[in-house]
């Protein structure tokens, strides 16, 4: 690459994009969530209801509307319930 054209381009960001899947899911008589293949708890006072999972690739949180009602850590493995969560 010549030297002129190394000066005019920018310098890349230090920090990575910020990515996260949002998945728009309904919780039914149980209180959890399915996400990638496994089922995530929620508060019981939850379920029946249109809820939104947004995941990176190392935690999960679910939110109802703008209240974010369970974090939990990202498990990769399937068909698995992730029990504990924390807000």
């Known amino acids: 690459m010549s030297c002129v054209r190394q000066l005019h381009l920018l310098k890349q960001p230090d920090d990575r994009f910020p990515y ?3 998945v728009a899911v309904t919780a039914g008589k149980t209180p959890y969530v399915r996400y ?3 089922d995530y708890s929620i508060p ?3 379920v029946r209801r249109q809820l939104t999972v947004l995941a ?3 935690k999960v ?3 109802d509307g703008i209240e974010i009602i369970a974090v ?3 498990c990769w493995g399937k068909g698995k319930q992730i029990e504990k969560w924390r807000i």
């Open 44 to 46: 019981h006072d939850k």
């Open 61 to 63: 949180t679910i939110v």
């Open 56 to 58: 990176t690739d190392t």
């Open 72 to 74: 939990h850590q990202r």
């Open 20 to 22: 996260e899947d949002r």
């Open 36 to 38: 990638d293949l496994n």
